[in-house]
């Protein structure tokens, strides 16, 4: 898979419940809300009870994309501090300690 390398496996995964995971839920469940409402299905009930399958849908294809663009924030942030520690190996006189 592109997104994600197979070096990130190495890595433990982000936990299920996180910031990016709900607020894309919630932002697919509010799209699914606002087609129900700019469509205007159906007339007599209200938008929250007209399709809750797509409203499903929509709020578990939001969930997912939240896991896994956390997934490659973590593995985009792993990878920018093993090369800055690699970095630092092989320079240590550019990073001497202060007053020691």
């Not at 894309?24 to 159906?42: E, I, K, M, S």
């Not at 942030?77 to 970095?87: C, G, S, T, V």
């Amino acid at each position: 898979m592109v997104f994600l390398p197979d070096e990130s496996r190495s890595l433990p995964p982000p936990p299920i419940v996180n910031k990016a995971s709900v607020w894309l839920g919630l932002t697919g469940w509010v799209a699914a809300l606002l087609d129900n409402c700019f469509n205007q299905r159906p007339g007599d009930i209200p938008p929250s009870a007209a399709g809750v399958h797509r409203q499903i849908l929509f709020t578990t294809v939001g969930w997912f994309v939240g896991y896994y663009l956390v997934k490659r924030m973590d593995y985009m942030h792993a990878k920018l501090d093993r090369d800055l520690f690699e970095y630092i190996r092989h320079h240590p006189e550019d990073f001497k300690a202060a007053g020691i």
